[in-house]
């Protein structure tokens, strides 16, 4: 017996990267004054790797950051994705272009 499908979302969302290079998310909830931001930009080393760079915090401040060090491109492209789909997850959206 096949499954009922499922609900679509309430609002469309924007198809992502497929292999991106850096993405900038929002959370934004004013009810419960929740404004955040998380960014997150491949860079290459000096040594040939390539380095994550991943800052995040409250929207209007400088926030933190933290630099992951990966053997190679593909490897961070693969941390990015995976960082991206736990954020999308719980509740940030690909920040809108003005």
């Known amino acids: ?15 992502l990267a ?7 998310l929002r ?3 004013p009810a419960t004054n929740c404004w955040r931001f998380y960014r997150l930009c ?14 995040w915090g409250r929207i209007g ?3 933190q950051s933290r630099l992951d060090l990966h053997a190679d491109r593909g490897q961070a492209q693969a941390a990015l994705a995976t ?3 736990q954020k999308v997850k719980r509740g940030y959206r690909s920040r809108e272009k003005t």
Not at 1 to 13: C, E, G, I, S, V
């Open 42 to 55: 491949l860079q290459d080393d000096l040594f040939g790797g390539t380095a994550l760079l991943r800052q």
């Open 27 to 29: 959370h934004v909830v």
């Open 18 to 24: 497929i292999f991106p290079e850096a993405a900038e």
């Open 83 to 85: 960082l991206l789909r």
């Open 61 to 63: 401040t400088q926030g």
């Open 1 to 15: 017996m096949p499954k009922a499908p499922h609900p679509a979302p309430p609002r469309p969302l924007r198809q």
